[in-house]
């Protein structure tokens, strides 16, 4: 076929090496956009059990799919770009890889990843007169207090004309992340620069849906200040 020749197609195919045991397996968003986690489980149920787990440890309760009600037993879950979720082998697989489909429909194309967890989500904006940035943070059973694919490392300054903006992060480890997902860690650093001796404004959405929220000042660690 023509290399230069452009062949559209609204699903594509990828293979999974399974687990040791033939029976798991690793499946990541290959999109450059949320992916809806349950479209992609339903599209492939000639291969993979209609379960999901959103960690490796599988000894945790998995989402699962009812048939009698048929609906599952949590919301749609939006898996943000490079993350990952785990899945089972609809039938052991030691011996073969398993074939999986994506298709253009399981993109969730400008939803706000918010809709995973937003009972539980706050985010702060730092502006300036030069501009504005912002962090989020969410709490979910299925995350990791430390850092890991769920979160997202902080990148700044990627075009080199914005290093005047202020710039606002939470730390998962010793990485400043901008978002930052946490299962029941109670004091999270926040951290603002500024290039400048500007006045940057902390803005605080979603304060509402955590209780007690308040800074404590690293100078002085008895000082609070309620959000």
């Known amino acids: 076929s023509d290399p230069f020749q452009y062949n559209h197609s609204d699903e594509?195919?990828?293979t999974l090496t399974p687990s040791a045991d033939g029976n798991y397996l690793m499946v990541g968003n290959p999109f450059m956009a949320a992916m809806d986690v349950q479209a992609f489980m339903e599209a492939n149920?000639?291969?993979?059990?209609q379960k999901y787990w959103y960690t490796s440890d599988l000894s945790t309760a998995a989402v699962t799919y009812n048939e009698e009600t048929q609906s599952w037993s949590e919301s749609t879950y939006l898996l943000p770009p490079y993350g990952v979720f785990y899945v089972e082998a609809l039938n052991n697989t030691s011996q073969n890889p398993v074939v999986v489909k994506f298709s253009a429909g399981m993109q969730k194309i400008g939803t706000s990843l918010l809709q995973n967890e937003t009972a539980?989500?706050?985010?702060?904006?730092?502006?300036?007169?030069?501009?504005?940035?912002?962090?989020t943070l969410f709490y979910t059973n299925?995350?990791?207090?430390?850092?890991?694919?769920?979160?997202?490392?902080?990148?700044?300054?990627?075009?080199g004309n914005n290093t005047q903006i202020p710039t606002v992060y939470t730390v998962a480890d010793n990485k400043a992340?901008?978002?930052?997902?946490?299962?029941d860690t109670q004091r999270i650093p926040l951290g603002v620069?500024?290039?400048?001796?500007?006045?940057?404004?902390?803005?605080?959405?979603?304060?509402?849906?955590?209780?007690?929220?308040?800074?404590?000042?690293?100078?002085?660690?008895?000082?609070?200040?309620?959000?």
């Open 177 to 183: 992340v901008s978002a930052n997902q946490v299962k």
């Open 120 to 135: 539980n989500s706050l985010k702060v904006t730092a502006e300036s007169a030069k501009g504005n940035t912002y962090a």
């Open 142 to 159: 299925s995350a990791d207090n430390a850092y890991g694919p769920e979160d997202a490392e902080l990148i700044q300054n990627l075009d």
């Open 45 to 49: 149920t000639d291969v993979l059990a």
């Open 12 to 14: 594509i195919t990828a």
């Open 193 to 227: 620069f500024a290039a400048d001796d500007s006045q940057v404004n902390l803005t605080f959405t979603g304060t509402g849906t955590i209780r007690n929220l308040s800074l404590i000042h690293i100078s002085e660690p008895t000082r609070r200040t309620p959000i």
